[in-house]
């Protein structure tokens, strides 16, 4: 997904479009899984304020499964809902 952005120095340049764009080739990456998922969580929360979304747009079930999991930091107004996380059943 690239995009032809205008030169830095053009007038027409807006430094947020390149942030942006920079940010979500980012996403793509993580996708790929070449992020962790602490690393992904901020960057996905960044872009998708900046879309008006919530983060759990830019994350992937694994992905939301592992911040319920690790219980990251996670304000479900601004970021979504979580899965449910069933407790391990303890062995008889």
Do not use: N
Not at 6 to 21: H, K, T
Not at 25 to 49: F, Y
Request: proline letters at 9%; one cysteine or more.
């Amino acid at each position: 997904m690239t995009t032809m952005t205008p030169a830095l120095s053009s007038p027409e340049c807006d430094p947020r479009d390149a942030v942006l764009e920079a940010a979500l080739a980012l996403l793509e990456a993580r996708a790929a899984h070449m992020l962790t998922v602490d690393e992904w969580v901020p960057l996905a929360r960044a872009v998708a304020r900046c879309q008006g979304m919530q983060t759990v747009g830019y994350l992937t079930d694994r992905d939301l499964d592992q911040v319920a999991e690790d219980e990251m930091d996670w304000d479900t107004e601004r970021d979504g809902p979580l899965p449910e996380i069933e407790p391990e059943a303890e062995p008889d």
